[in-house]
């Protein structure tokens, strides 16, 4: 269990964040932590359910960054269902 940090930008929001992680995460817990700092502010929230992609494909709710190969700085992008 280590910080590692790993850019994520939310559908629709135009800032690409800094977002510092545990490796140990799964996507469902870092699709919260991208989506706790853009739903309700800058996007409007939704009740659905959220999604992390990496180059294009959508990642499993229990893939860890180390299992999607997600490096450092990374961009994941987050949005909703």
Do not use: N
Not at 12 to 36: G, N, R
């Amino acid at each position: 269990m280590a910080l590692f940090p790993v850019q994520g930008i939310f559908d629709d929001d135009f800032v690409v964040m800094l977002i510092p992680v545990d490796d140990a995460d799964p996507m469902s817990v870092i699709a919260e932590k991208v989506a706790h700092h853009a739903a309700g502010r800058r996007v409007a929230p939704q009740s659905g359910p959220l999604q992390v992609r990496f180059h294009g494909h959508v990642l499993a709710e229990t893939d860890t960054v180390a299992d999607a190969g997600v490096a450092p700085l990374d961009v994941l992008q987050v949005g909703y269902r």
